[in-house]
């Protein structure tokens, strides 16, 4: 399930810009920006980038500065002669009442197309946001960025909020940031918080958020009815933990590449100035700009904390991969009800253990190319009471596995990682360490592969 989330930081983490982008204004939206001309005719483009940005919530501060990156970069350069782009902005500022704008590139500038009041969790608003963005800024490819909280593939249990920040600490010798991996993000967010405290939803004035089954949703409507079937050409998360398999499962159907993260995200987010400026050139491609965000992600980060990963993910050459870990849990079960002395559920154990395989915040989310790799290097490990089952079990297993990590490598297309994340390899998947978290069964993923029912029983073993 999902919310677009990223985290607080201290001031220290704030990015050093131009002196135009730092002059972040402190009054409401509405009067930072002109209203967009009644004589305004759209014109076509070859790229629309729709920003859905949901920050009536404690992330406020947050859009702004990457709005004043948007201006700054339409401001300075010719980059928009390549796309419009589409601002969906929920807002609520201290002492004013909550309210929406529709943001347009125009001459320059971003300027107000419509304002009101809407709930950007609600899959209705994400419809009404494409379908105005495509009105007043038409192209011929589209991208689609959600800027937000987010938990990945799970679901929390509470509708409780926290201030992330209590999950990192300052590295004196390192002089950067870290994160805390003593407790999960889901323990802390399910133990630790007050009973006084906020939703974690997207709008706070609503509570309400969208989970991947609504955006997957959405992204079917959209394709179906206003798309003529086509897919969106790519959806970026500048949000947390987002690369998650479920996630990638539940909006493959509708668009072809995938920006997001492993890992927690800053609330910093992108260098919008920086990732945008890639259309400042003749002829944009999709797969270079996904490789152009990496980078710029990479380049800003990599300064600040070990802890960060980023990944381009080829949607259209997933679909193997599932297969591939149906098949790796479908051998799993059969070896656990055959298993020796507990010896596959050790196997799993060993495997996945946040000592030895790479692991997030969320420390039941494990990057699936490590699990596999040891899955591989520990095979010989367990035993079975048949040993020509064993035999044949371990051979099978073996072949799939191999199978599967080179797929991994066929899907992601472009990877960064922090020195305290290098053995990642760009997707997630759920690999609980003592219970399966209630939302998990709920997930299409679940669904319809057998990894839930091999967790389980790996649990239950």
């Not at 972040?24 to 859905?52: E, H, R, V």
């Not at 949901?54 to 992330?59: G, H, V, Y």
Request: charged letters at 20%.
């Amino acid at each position: 399930m999902i919310f677009f989330a990223k985290l607080h930081l201290p001031v220290i983490l704030f990015f050093t810009l131009t002196t135009q982008a730092q002059n972040i204004a402190k009054i409401a939206y509405n009067n930072n920006f002109n209203f967009l001309p009644s004589d305004y005719i759209p014109q076509q483009k070859p790229f629309t980038i729709i920003l859905y940005m949901a920050a009536d919530n404690d992330l406020r501060s947050f859009v702004y500065r990457n709005l004043e990156e948007i201006k700054y970069l339409l401001r300075a350069t010719p980059a928009s002669q390549n796309f419009n782009i589409f601002v969906h902005l929920d807002v609520h500022n201290p002492g004013q009442k909550k309210m929406t704008f529709h943001l347009v590139s125009y001459r320059n500038e971003l300027c107000i197309a419509w304002q009101g009041e809407m709930d950007s969790g609600k899959e209705e608003t994400f419809i009404y946001a494409y379908s105005e963005a495509m009105k007043f800024c038409p192209g011929e490819k589209v991208i689609i960025g959600l800027w937000n909280h987010g938990t990945g593939d799970l679901n929390p249990t509470t509708s409780k909020i926290f201030n992330p920040t209590n999950l990192f600490e300052f590295d004196p010798e390192e002089q950067k940031i870290v994160l805390n991996r003593s407790i999960s993000f889901f323990d802390y967010l399910e133990n630790f918080c007050s009973s006084d405290d906020r939703g974690i939803c997207f709008d706070d004035s609503t509570r309400n958020y969208l989970k991947n089954q609504n955006v997957g949703n959405a992204l079917e409507k959209i394709c179906n009815t206003m798309r003529n079937g086509k897919k969106i050409d790519l959806i970026f998360c500048d949000a947390c933990l987002m690369s998650g398999i479920g996630f990638i499962r539940e909006i493959r159907p509708w668009a072809n590449y995938l920006i997001a993260s492993e890992e927690v995200v800053l609330a910093t987010g992108f260098r919008y100035d920086q990732v945008l400026n890639f259309f400042n050139q003749d002829d944009p491609d999709i797969k270079e700009f996904i490789k152009h965000t990496i980078k710029v992600f990479e380049t800003t980060y990599q300064k600040l904390t070990p802890d960060y990963t980023l990944s381009g993910i080829d949607l259209q050459s997933v679909e193997p991969l599932y297969e591939s870990i149906n098949d790796i849990a479908e051998l799993l079960i059969e070896a656990l009800r055959y298993q020796k002395k507990g010896s596959v559920k050790e196997f799993i154990r060993k495997s996945s253990w946040r000592n030895n395989c790479t692991s997030f915040d969320e420390i039941t989310y494990k990057d699936l190319k490590h699990l596999l790799t040891n899955f591989k290097k520990n095979i010989s490990s367990f035993e079975l009471t048949d040993i020509e089952k064993e035999n044949s079990i371990k051979n099978q297993l073996g072949k799939k596995i191999t199978l599967a990590i080179q797929q991994i490598c066929d899907c992601v297309i472009s990877h960064c990682a922090g020195k305290n994340l290098s053995q990642s390899g760009g997707i997630s998947i759920y690999v609980p360490e003592t219970r399966v978290h209630s939302s998990f069964q709920h997930t299409t993923f679940a669904k319809n592969n057998l990894w839930f029912v091999m967790v389980s029983l790996y649990l239950a073993s």
